[in-house]
């Protein structure tokens, strides 16, 4: 038995798996430009400054498919694979706290710098600290990690949705002028280090004292369910658990039309934001996860989803290159088209970058074993040098 810790190898990966990274990366990146290019997502004011019919149904149209559906998604994937290294790493008999704590430390720093230097809306600073709690669930039992994760949603939601019900006439449609105004200027005006100041106001604003209760009720619910469903096995073998799969599939296909879609047939009030995020993200979350896998149970659907994979076997490395080409693009020490692209120039500008990608991925991947900031992350996890560049040229 080999007892050396290593990454998982090629042949061992699951296709449908690095698809829903990939996936999960396009998801992202469409919620993420509309925040990176204007200050609407923090400060408010996104229907009062972009007016067009077609602007109002490109928002309805993210916030339904999209928001709060991707980086859950995503949490889904981060939970599901810490849980599949960790049994990995025992079935080698290699202590995994270790190497899991160095991950995790590591993924820490590369957030740290993401966050800012180049984008305050960064996740992966998030995931890499309240990753450290999963150290107290990874021996839990799947049932046990079911309670939890219902049990902090539950705690998230039903409380907090009543509260904005009560107070709903006291916040719906507040707009902060003066700091939109302020960083309009800094991000499209100002010099290098003003932006560096106006990305350190904005991740301070989203990150407030009373915000991390929420982020932290919002992420690891999915970490958990991340890990539930890897103990289950259900993503390892869909053929066997097909039935299983189906039931969930269709159930949540069903509260995610109905939270994520639903408010819009009441006007969409915001009081009820909470529980479409967080109920209806969660449930969108993991039926494209569940989608993706049925997807490639069939010959025609694995070819139209496989593309998908190369951006998921580099993910890290596609979301930081998001973040530098939409600085590039967005703020002042480039084009400096900070708060002049409306809705519908946004997604075009995401099918543009993400279609590049892929082919890049692609090419890429054809002559290397991984993305360049995945070979690093691994070299440091495993302290050993990971081999790089491909002996023979994969074909695709």
Known sequence: MNTSAAPIRESERLSWIDAARGLAILGIFMVNVPAFNAPYFLYGGESEYWTSSVSHTVQSIIDIFFQASFYTLFSF????????????????????????????????????????????????????????????????????????????????????????????????????????????GNYSEGHLLAIWQQNLTDWLYAHQVGNLPFLALSLLPMFLLGMYVCKKHWLHDPDTHRRSIIKVWVVTGVLFLSFKAGPYMFGNPEWLGLAQDNIGGTASAIFYVLSITLLFRTKIGSKIAYPLTWIGRMSLSNYIFQSIISFFVFYSVGLGLYGKVTPLWSVIFVIVVFSIQILASKLWLHHFKYGPLEWLWRSLTYNKKQPFRRKTKDVF
């Open 77 to 184: 994937m981060f939970g599901f694979g810490m849980q599949m290294m960790k049994d990995r790493l025992e079935e080698k008999q290699v202590a995994y706290r270790p190497v899991i704590f160095r991950r995790l430390l590591i993924l820490i720093g590369f957030g740290l710098v993401h966050a800012f230097l180049i984008w305050h809306g960064d996740i992966l600073l998030s995931y890499g600290t309240l990753g450290l709690l999963l150290f107290v669930f990874f021996n839990a039992s799947p049932r046990t990690l079911l309670l939890w994760s219902y049990a902090m949603l539950a705690l998230l939601v039903l409380p907090l949705t009543l509260l904005l019900f009560t107070i709903r006439g006291q916040f719906e449609g507040m707009v902060d002028h003066a700091a939109i105004q302020q960083a309009v």
